[in-house]
């Protein structure tokens, strides 16, 4: 009860230090105390006071305490996660990304990629335009980890097949995507093309996908990476998009490509080999693969 109360204090140390406290106590999963109604309002009222109300500092440091604390809880406990958003949380936080302070934009990102943790907070997280909110987010583009946590709360959400297609911007989502491929980030890539390879199964987004020279070179690129992970869903991706005739016919691979990929069917992982055929096999119905496949002597 101090520490609720303390959340609320007029001193902004107390507000800071307690927000703190509770942050630190929130890494206990077995900590079941911080999960009661009145705490998980305090935690919610701290992201949700809009005005900075001292110049130390402290009252953005208790803001990014809370997010962490909120994080950490939302992650374990879907039910938590699902009573912060009926609080209200999510128009205060994606608020807390217009603040200029970088180390609060990343908590906030971190806090949103927690929360889409679990597929019933993703309608709210639709209403706010949450995906808008992380593609347009100033320093997306230019801090690593706010892009990296933006990127994971987009995947999760593209994974859900029951979200309304609209809200994923999938124009605007695969050209974010495709800016974002580090290949020497290979978690990031994970996350990439895990969330393409879902969005490529629905009709509606396969023509922004393929027309978007950037995401299909990169696709390409990662489909011969080593990393297992990323080989499948990258060419789980172009399978996807070429199972469509309409789209197979104009999906053009290089010469080196029709190579690499006949080598794959070699690979000792099943997955892959499986992939793999679904690439072959639905670019079977395109002419020219038909020739790049037989000057392959296959």
Do not use: W
Request: proline share 1%; charged share 20%.
């Amino acid at each position: 009860k101090n520490l609720i109360a303390f959340c609320c204090h007029s001193d902004s140390d107390v507000r800071r230090l307690s927000s703190l406290t509770i942050s630190n106590l929130s890494a206990n999963e077995m900590n079941t105390a911080l999960k009661g109604k009145d705490m998980l309002r305090a935690l919610n009222n701290i992201i949700g006071v809009h005005k900075v109300l001292d110049s130390s500092g402290n009252d953005i440091e208790s803001k990014c305490y809370a997010c962490m604390a909120i994080g950490s809880l939302a992650s374990t406990d879907e039910a938590v996660g699902t009573q912060f958003v009926s609080m209200g949380l999510i128009p205060s936080l994606l608020q807390l990304l217009s603040v200029e302070d970088e180390q609060l934009n990343l908590c906030a990102v971190y806090l949103v990629d927690k929360l889409s943790l679990h597929e019933d907070t993703h309608p709210r997280l639709h209403v706010y335009r949450t995906v808008s909110h992380l593609i347009n987010h100033e320093y997306a583009t230019e801090l690593p980890h706010i892009r990296t946590y933006s990127i994971g709360a987009i995947r999760r959400l593209c994974e859900n097949t029951c979200t309304d297609i609209e809200h994923l911007m999938v124009k605007e989502t695969t050209e974010f995507m495709a800016s974002s491929c580090d290949f020497g980030d290979i978690e990031r890539c994970r996350q990439i093309v895990s969330g393409i390879c879902h969005l490529s199964l629905r009709h509606e987004a396969k023509s922004e996908i393929l027309n978007s020279k950037a995401m299909m070179g990169s696709l390409i690129d990662l489909s011969k990476m080593t990393d297992l992970d990323v080989c499948r869903f990258a060419l789980g991706s172009i399978a996807n998009i070429a199972d469509d005739n309409q789209f197979c016919r104009v999906i053009s691979l290089s010469q080196l490509t029709v190579t690499s990929l006949l080598h794959a069917l070699d690979s000792e992982d099943t997955t892959i080999v499986r992939e793999t055929s679904r690439v072959i096999a639905n670019l079977l119905s395109s002419t020219e693969f038909q020739a790049a496949i037989l000057k392959e002597g296959g």
